[in-house]
C-alpha cells in the first residue's frame, strides 16, 4: 500500500479541518446580468466563476447568473464568452447583504477568448500566450452531437485519434499529436493524471463528457512543466463545480438500445464544508464492426475491387456498460484558502465483437488538494493522488468450421477458440506542489514546482493453443508474468515577463530523473528471470516569445526539448506465441523531441479572425518492437531505440460571426511525420503509422430564444494507415445537435452523428478475399432532457 493511502484518513482530516473550526455562515449568492457592451443586449451561455471557493455559473437567456453560497469576503469574478474579451471583477460579500454584480463584454477574440490555465501552470488570458492552444468551452461542450469525451475531441485538428469510438473496441485507447504516435501525450483531469500506469494507455471513460466544465489542449513539447509523456502536448480536463444546492440530471437514450443517465448535486454539509456528488452511467448503442465490404486489390499496376470477408457466426454487435461515481468534499472558507478530497469509482465492461472476446477495467482512485494564498502574494498549490486499476482481457483466434462448429458451414469465422487470458493489475500514486507570484523580480509570473509518481504493474498472461480442431486445441500452452516498478521525479522553474506591452517571454526548464526497478518475468516455461535496475535523467528547457506587432496581429514562436521514458509495458512485457516471441528490454532509453513552431492570431474585424501554427519536430530514439532473429518459423522480436522520425506540419483556425446569433468555425491541418532512420531506401522515407492527413473541422452553431441551439459539424480525414502499415481510405462524416429549453430548468436535445450514415474503415486487415475490414459508428441518433437547478 502506496504511502498516500496508508495516509488518507489523517490526509482528510489535514485538509478539511485546518486550525479554525467550520463557522456555520447564512449562504450569500452573488446575482446580475451579463450584457454586450456595445447595445447592452443579454448574453446568454456567457461563463462566470469565482475561483476560491471553486463556483461557476452559465448565464441564461436572459442574460443572468447565481453563484451560490459565498462565505463574506472579497473575490474576483472571471468573466467569459466566445467572441468576447475576459473581465475580471471585484466584488465584497457581506453575510445578510444581498450581493449583485452586473457586467458588460467587449467584443474581442473569437478564437481565444479563454482565459487557460495548462499553457504556462497559471492562468492567463488564452491571446497571450506563446503556444498554440485550442479550447473547448462549456457552451461548445454543451452543445457538441458527440456521446463521450474522445469523440469531442475531434474537432481539433491536430488531436490524433484511432478512427473507432471509445465506445467501441477495446478499454484502453490511444492518443497522439503533431505526428508523435500514442503514449507521448499527458492527459491531466483536475491536474490528475488518466494515463494509466502499465502501458500509458487512456480509458476516456474515466472522464464523463456531462460532468466538464472546458477542455484545454497545448500542442507542442510541454516537458518543461509537465515532464514525462508531454512530448506531443498536454490535454487537460476540467470538471464543473458545483455549488451547494445545485442538481442536473441528464437521462438520454437512443440508437441500438444506447441508455445514458448523469446525475450531480451540489450538497451543503456545514459552513464552508461541501460536497459534489456525480453518478454517470452508460450502456448500448454499440454495432457490428464487421460488414461486408470490398477492398482495392493492384495486380501489374491494376487497381481492382474485390469482396472482403464477410462476417461469421462469431461476430455480433459490440456491449458496453460504464459507470462513474465521483464524491468531492470541499472545504473553502475564504479565497485564501481552499482544499478537496475526492473518491473516484470506476468501471467498465465491454464485449468486443464477438461472444469470448471481452475486456473489464475497474478502478478506484483517491485524490486531494489543497491551495494556500493568492497570486499576489503567493499561491501554493498541492495536489496528490493514489489509484488502483484491474484490468482482465480474453482475446480469441477466429476459424472456419472444420465439422466442430455448431453450424455447419465451410465459412470463415464459424467458431473462435480462447488465445490470451490475462490479467493486468497496476497501481499509481504520487504527488505534486507548485508556487507561483506575480510581480516577484520584475517579472509578470515565477513559478517553482515539482512532483512524483510511482507506478507498479504487471502482466499475466494464459497462452491457449488454437491449432483447432485438434488434441492439443484450448489447453494451456504457457503462462508468463512480467512487470515491474518505476520511480518519476522532478522539478521546474518558470519566468514571464512582459519588458513591454507588446512583448511577453515565456522561460520554463525541468530536470527529471526516473528508476526502473523489481523487473522481472516469471515464465512456466523458462523460469524466473529478474532484470536490473536502471537509472536516467533528462533536461527539458523551453522558450516561447510573443508580440503584439499591430493591434489586430501578434506573432508567437518557441523552441523546445521534452522527452518521454519508456512505460512498463515497454521496459519489462514478455510475449509468447508459436509464431513470435517478444523479449523485455530493461536497457531502453529515453525518447527525446527537438522542436519549434512559429505562428499568428490576426483579427481584422470584429466579427473574423484566423489563427495559424507551422511546426518542424525531431523526435530521437523511438523504441520500437524490431526483429533480431529468425529461426524454425520462429521471430524473435525486442523494442529497441532505433527510429527518429521528423514532424512537419501547420495548422489554421478561422472564425466567423457575420450575425450575433450565427457563429462559425473552420480548422485544418497537415501532417508529414516520416521515418528517418532503420529504413530499406533513404529516398522514400516511410510515413508514421496512424498519423491522417489532412484533417479538417468545420462547426457551425445558430442560437434564438426561440429555436434554441442548432449546431452542426462536418469532420473530414485523409488518408491513413494502420498500425501496420495498411492504407485506409478518407472519409467525411456530418453531425448535429438541436436543443432547447422547454420551460425555466428543463432543456430537451436531439443529437444525431454521422447522419449519412457514411461507411468508413478504421481498420484493415488479411489482403485480397481474406481481407477482414472493420467499420466506423454508423448513423446514430439519441434524444434526451436535462433538467437544472442552478
Same mark, same amino acid.
Given at each position: 500500500m502506496s504511502p498516500l493511502l496508508r495516509r488518507a484518513p489523517a490526509l482528510c482530516v489535514a485538509l478539511l479541518v485546518p486550525a479554525a473550526p467550520l463557522v456555520a455562515?447564512?449562504?450569500? @449568492?452573488?446575482?446580475?446580468?451579463?450584457?454586450? @457592451?456595445?447595445?447592452h443586449t443579454p448574453l446568454a451561455s456567457a461563463r462566470v466563476a469565482v475561483e476560491s471557493p471553486a463556483r461557476v455559473a452559465v448565464t441564461d437567456a436572459a442574460g443572468g447568473y447565481v453563484l451560490r453560497d459565498l462565505p463574506t469576503g472579497r473575490y474576483e469574478l472571471l468573466v467569459t464568452a466566445l467572441g468576447y474579451r475576459p473581465v475580471r471583477r471585484t466584488i465584497q460579500v457581506v453575510r445578510g447583504q444581498p450581493a449583485t454584480?452586473?457586467?458588460a463584454l467587449e467584443t474581442g477574440s473569437l478564437l481565444l477568448s479563454s482565459v487557460v490555465t495548462t499553457a504556462t501552470r497559471t492562468p492567463v488570458e488564452a491571446n497571450r500566450v506563446a503556444s498554440t492552444v485550442n479550447v473547448l468551452t462549456p457552451e461548445q461542450i454543451r452543445t457538441t452531437p458527440a456521446r463521450e469525451t474522445q469523440d469531442l475531441l475531434r474537432e481539433i485538428p491536430g488531436v490524433e485519434l484511432p478512427r473507432t469510438s471509445s465506445l467501441v473496441g477495446g478499454t484502453a485507447q490511444i492518443v497522439s499529436i503533431r505526428g508523435v504516435d500514442e503514449g507521448r501525450t499527458a492527459v491531466l483531469f483536475d491536474g490528475i493524471p488518466v494515463n494509466?500506469?502499465?502501458?500509458?494507455? %487512456?480509458d476516456w471513460g474515466r472522464v464523463p463528457m456531462r460532468l466538464l466544465d472546458r477542455v484545454e489542449v497545448v500542442e507542442g513539447g510541454t516537458s518543461s512543466l509537465y515532464g514525462n509523456g508531454a512530448m506531443g502536448g498536454v490535454i487537460s480536463f476540467y470538471s464543473r463545480p458545483l455549488s451547494p444546492g445545485a442538481a442536473s440530471v441528464t437521462v438520454e437514450g437512443g440508437s441500438r438500445d444506447a441508455r445514458h443517465v448523469f446525475a450531480s448535486a451540489g450538497i451543503p454539509i456545514a459552513g464552508a464544508l461541501t460536497a459534489n456528488v456525480s453518478g454517470d452511467y452508460q450502456s448500448g448503442g454499440g454495432y457490428r464492426l464487421i460488414g461486408p465490404?470490398?477492398?482495392?486489390?493492384?495486380?501489374?499496376?491494376?487497381?481492382?475491387?474485390?469482396?472482403?470477408?464477410s462476417p461469421g457466426a462469431i461476430d455480433?454487435?459490440?456491449?458496453i456498460v460504464q459507470r462513474n461515481l465521483h464524491v468531492r468534499l470541499n472545504y473553502a472558507p475564504s479565497a485564501r484558502l481552499s482544499a478537496f478530497v475526492t473518491g473516484h469509482g470506476y468501471g467498465d465492461n465491454r464485449i468486443a465483437g464477438t461472444a469470448l472476446n471481452y475486456q473489464t477495467r475497474d478502478m478506484k482512485e483517491l485524490n486531494a488538494g489543497l491551495d494556500v494564498g493568492a497570486y499576489a502574494t503567493g499561491l501554493l498549490t498541492v495536489r496528490a493522488w493514489d489509484g488502483r486499476q484491474d484490468e482482465h482481457q480474453r482475446s480469441t483466434a477466429p476459424r472456419a468450421n472444420s465439422g466442430t462448429c455448431a453450424v455447419p458451414s465451410s465459412l470463415p469465422r464459424q467458431c473462435e477458440d480462447s488465445n490470451v487470458v490475462a490479467d493486468i493489475p497496476s497501481h499509481d500514486w504520487g504527488a505534486s506542489a507548485m508556487w507561483t507570484r506575480t510581480n516577484l523580480f520584475g517579472l509578470e509570473s515565477f513559478s517553482v514546482g515539482g512532483d512524483y509518481r510511482h507506478y507498479n504493474g504487471n502482466f499475466d498472461e494464459v497462452d491457449f493453443n488454437t491449432t483447432c480442431p485438434g488434441a492439443s486445441c484450448g489447453r494451456v500452452t504457457r503462462t508468463i508474468l512480467s512487470g515491474g516498478d518505476q520511480s518519476l521525479s522532478g522539478a521546474f522553474v518558470q519566468a514571464i515577463a512582459a519588458p513591454v506591452a507588446t512583448l511577453r517571454v515565456?522561460?520554463?526548464?525541468?530536470v527529471d530523473g526516473w528508476t526502473n526497478d523489481n523487473g522481472r518475468s516469471v515464465d512456466a516455461a523458462a523460469g524466473t528471470v529478474s532484470y536490473p535496475n536502471r537509472t536516467r535523467a533528462a533536461f527539458s528547457p523551453r522558450v516561447g516569445v510573443r508580440w503584439q506587432a499591430l493591434p489586430a496581429l501578434s506573432l508567437h514562436t518557441a523552441a523546445y526539448r521534452a522527452f518521454r521514458a519508456p512505460n512498463l509495458a515497454e521496459l519489462y512485457r514478455k510475449q509468447i506465441s508459436p509464431t513470435q516471441i517478444t523479449l523485455p528490454n530493461p536497457e531502453l532509453a529515453p525518447e527525446t523531441a527537438l522542436g519549434r513552431e512559429v505562428g499568428l492570431d490576426w483579427q481584422p474585424a470584429a466579427w473574423v479572425q484566423l489563427k495559424g501554427t507551422a511546426y518542424v519536430a525531431d523526435y530521437y530514439d523511438f523504441n520500437v518492437p524490431t526483429t533480431i532473429s529468425t529461426s524454425g518459423g520462429v521471430t524473435t522480436r525486442q523494442r529497441l531505440n532505433v527510429n527518429a522520425v521528423r514532424s512537419r506540419g501547420a495548422e489554421a483556425y478561422l472564425a466567423v460571426r457575420p450575425i450575433q446569433a450565427l457563429f462559425v468555425s473552420g480548422s485544418a491541418s497537415y501532417d508529414d511525420a516520416r521515418q528517418q532512420t532503420n529504413i530499406a531506401d533513404p529516398d522514400h522515407k516511410p510515413h508514421v503509422n496512424r498519423v491522417p492527413s489532412p484533417k479538417q473541422t468545420i462547426r457551425a452553431t445558430y442560437t434564438s430564444p426561440l429555436l434554441g441551439a442548432w449546431t452542426g459539424i462536418w469532420r473530414h480525414e485523409g488518408k491513413t494507415t494502420t498500425l501496420q502499415g495498411v492504407p485506409l481510405e478518407p472519409f467525411s462524416v456530418l453531425d448535429a445537435n438541436v436543443q432547447r429549453e422547454i420551460v425555466r430548468g428543463v432543456t430537451g436535445f436531439v443529437s444525431v452523428e454521422n447522419i449519412t450514415d457514411e461507411q468508413y474503415q478504421i481498420n484493415?486487415?488479411?489482403?485480397?478475399?481474406?481481407?477482414? %475490414?472493420?467499420y466506423g459508428l454508423p448513423r446514430t441518433v439519441r434524444a434526451g432532457v436535462t433538467l437544472e437547478r442552478r
Open positions: 455562515q447564512a449562504p450569500v @449568492a452573488v446575482r446580475g446580468t451579463v450584457t454586450t @457592451a456595445e447595445h454584480l452586473d457586467v494509466d500506469a502499465w502501458g500509458e494507455w %487512456i465490404g470490398s477492398t482495392t486489390v493492384v495486380t501489374n499496376g491494376v487497381a481492382s475491387q474485390v469482396p472482403s470477408t455480433q454487435r459490440s456491449e515565456e522561460l520554463s526548464a525541468r484493415l486487415s488479411g489482403a485480397g478475399t481474406a481481407a477482414l %475490414i472493420s
